[in-house]
């Protein structure tokens, strides 16, 4: 089993419409977790932040924990053109080594 | 706005042959971090530097990487002698604390021919 699970896609989300990235994580006692956002040929660029159970909302994007199920997740609202990149899901290791680990990305493609 | 610079943006070279990376970090983040990440993968983690003092390089190839952050601020990652295996993209990121949020730099991507 990966540390950190993503669906590498490819999600095809209509322009307008909520786009669901999901995450699992093995590490049970992680605290820390974050969503970047890559285009291609670019650097990842952090996105969401989240550290307590339920929602945290920043304009068109909430991302949800869950650490009961070990599941993160990013919705972003109203999804743009713009928004079509690949979104890594990290998660900050605490057994062995604490280290950010990274998923393997999931590519969004969102079609006008 | 603060960013995390690096240099150069693109690199090619033969194998066997030596290269080098160097990366500044955001003003005031003591944690540097070097990663290589391979098209279609996540970045994977190097090496952890806290000030000038490594914290984590059991990821780094030992016998051809190495890295420095002699005054605690700039890095250099140096390959020698380079391989085919290690084309990829080279990312630093830094970050305030540990754990923390990790702002990283455009990248170096790597060709080696």
């Known amino acids: 089993q990966k540390e950190v699970e993503q669906n590498s896609g490819p999600l095809s989300v209509p322009e307008g419409a909520i786009a669901s990235l999901n995450c699992t994580y093995s590490d049970r006692v992680s605290q820390s977790f974050f969503w970047y956002r890559q285009y291609s040929g670019k650097s990842p660029e952090l996105i969401m932040s989240?550290?307590?159970?339920g929602d945290k909302e920043d304009g068109r994007f909430t991302a949800q924990l869950n650490k009961a199920s070990q599941y993160v997740s990013l919705l972003i609202r109203d999804s743009q053109p713009s928004d079509s990149a690949t979104y890594l899901c990290a998660v900050n290791r605490i057994q062995g080594a604490q280290k950010l680990v990274f998923g393997q990305g999931t590519r969004l493609t969102i079609n006008p | 706005e603060a960013e995390v610079a690096q240099s150069p943006r693109y690199k090619i070279t033969e194998k066997s042959q030596a290269v080098a990376f160097w990366c500044d970090p955001i003003?005031?983040?003591?944690?540097l971090y070097w990663y290589r990440q391979i098209l279609g993968q996540g970045p994977e983690l190097l090496v952890q530097f806290q000030d000038e003092s490594v914290v984590d390089d059991s990821q780094l190839p030992k016998d051809r990487f190495s890295a420095e952050r002699l005054k605690g601020v700039d890095s250099t990652l140096k390959i020698q002698p380079a391989e085919l295996g290690d084309s990829a993209m080279y990312l630093c990121a830094s970050s305030l604390e540990v754990p923390g949020e990790q702002y990283f730099g455009p990248g170096t991507r790597l060709t080696v021919t």
């Open positions: 989240i550290y307590s159970n």
């Open positions: 003003s005031g983040h003591a944690t």
